[in-house]
């Protein structure tokens, strides 16, 4: 069992373990496995083990989880109980007598019957909020494991670009070398002197550039990681030429899947809950139907303190109605159905946005595939050039400057070809996010 094997499972289990986590499954950590590269599979596994936003995310989870459950509990009858002094002042009878002082221990019941099912729809609508945030916690995982790995490919690029830059340096450096020699000799003159020193200088600033770039994405991985910045000098990373993804991009998404979006899933449980505060907005209209109860056990009366004769008993049970609320309910019946339209027009736009994403996605890899086969073919024919060229130069055919201009040609070529493969790649990370990690 390879080390990318075991930070899989030894995550897996962290993450069942944490009642906050998404369901690791639905998040198909597998599809960054298939790049081949066990750093990726690394900074996955670490950015769901440490990223603090997602660990924000799953106590959002759990405050919609516990309302959930706190609105289920006021569905339920409600039970109280209480010790007491009493102190009083009572007229004396000759046929009814009480102390004046004594201990009570009143027992309280209350419930409201739920006939019109309008606190089950508060509790139904209490599980669409919390459904919701589950969703949106997918879609914050899935958003944060397609930027890891974006960042990741893109310092393997950046680490490419500098090894080509830095040979560039080196041919204008010679290329410079070269030009002082002529100059002394009288065969060219200063400005191309100075254009030479310029292209050296031009070259070294693309140097610093890349370096600055490459060293803000690290930085910017090791937060994505949950790890500090002043670490990044442990960091350790692969070689884009050796990233491949191993499986298979379709041609085509289903519907099915487009519409099984976190985000999508979100904005419909957020639909499905403003359906209900509708309807319990119209059963806000009819009375509340109450039912009391209390038994009362006291020391004032003659008899033990438990003893029916000692105790007072009452129960209650009626309707209450609001008197000058219709214009208040009238409003908030309003408000109710406007937030309804709101979302649905809400949820109309997210569709529309997940087929366009999904669509333009595989509209982008198709063509970035077809632009890295031309850049490949070009660098396969410089290539070809170039090593014409070699054999020129021992053949003493062509001049020196002309073969490092071929060099140079071969190495804009290699550039081109390993940002259109970049490009690809994280075409394929956006893919993934696009259709909720079903890949």
């Known amino acids: ?22 369901d690791i499954q639905e998040l198909n950590i597998d599809f960054f496995n298939r790049f081949n590269d066990e750093n990726l599979s690394c900074y996955i596994q ?21 309302q959930a459950k706190y609105s ?56 669409k909020n919390y459904e919701a945030a589950k969703y949106r916690e997918n879609a914050i995982y899935l958003a944060l494991l397609s930027d890891v790995a974006t960042v990741y490919i893109n310092i393997l690029q950046y680490d490419d670009l500098i090894k080509k830059q830095t040979e560039t340096l080196k041919i204008e450096q010679e290329i410079l070398s070269r030009k002082n020699k002529m100059l002394l000799r009288g065969t060219i003159s200063s400005t191309e002197l100075n254009n030479s020193q310029k292209a050296v200088k031009e070259a070294q600033s693309l140097i610093d550039t890349l370096n600055k770039e490459r060293e803000t994405l690290i930085m910017q991985l090791a937060v994505l990681t949950g790890n500090s910045s002043s670490n990044i000098s442990e960091m350790s990373f692969g070689k884009l030429e050796e990233i491949e993804y191993s499986g298979t991009i379709p041609d085509e998404i289903s519907s099915e899947v487009i519409f099984s979006r976190p985000d999508v899933k979100a904005v419909q449980a957020d639909l499905e809950k403003a359906k209900i505060d509708v309807r319990v907005a119209r059963k806000e209209f009819f009375p509340r139907f109450n039912i009391i109860g209390v038994w009362v056990f006291n020391t004032l ?20 109605q609001d008197i000058f609320k219709g214009g208040m309910k009238v409003a908030n019946l309003k408000m109710q159905k406007a937030k309804y339209e709101e979302l649905f027009e809400n949820y109309n736009q997210t569709n529309l946005n997940a087929v366009k994403e999904v669509n333009t996605a595989l509209c982008i890899i198709k063509h970035d595939k077809q632009i ?13 050039n170039f090593n014409s060229a070699n054999k020129k130069l021992v053949q003493g055919i062509i001049s020196k400057p002309q073969y490092l201009s071929d060099e140079k040609r071969l190495i804009s070529s290699h550039n081109a070809y390993t940002k259109a493969k970049t490009q690809r790649l994280i075409n394929y990370f956006t893919l993934y996010k696009a259709v909720g990690g079903q890949l």
């Open 1 to 22: 069992m390879n080390i990318k094997k075991i930070i899989f499972i030894f995550t897996l289990l962290l993450l069942t373990q944490n009642s906050f986590a998404a």
């Open 301 to 320: 009366a003659p008899g033990t303190f438990f003893s029916w004769e000692s105790s007072l008993a009452a129960i209650l049970a009626g309707a209450t």
């Open 46 to 66: 670490d950015a769901l083990s440490n990223n603090h936003d997602l660990k924000k995310a799953g106590h959002v989870v759990e405050q919609y989880r516990q």
């Open 372 to 384: 890295e086969d031309n850049t490949k073919s070009e660098l396969f024919y410089e290539e070809q």
């Open 72 to 127: 289920l509990g006021r569905e339920l009858p409600s039970l109280s109980v209480s010790a007491n002094y009493l102190g009083i002042k009572v007229p004396e009878l000759d046929t009814f007598q009480l102390k004046d002082n004594a201990f009570i221990l009143p027992f309280a019941a209350s419930y409201e019957a739920d006939f019109l099912l309008k606190n089950r729809d508060k509790t139904r609508a209490a599980k």
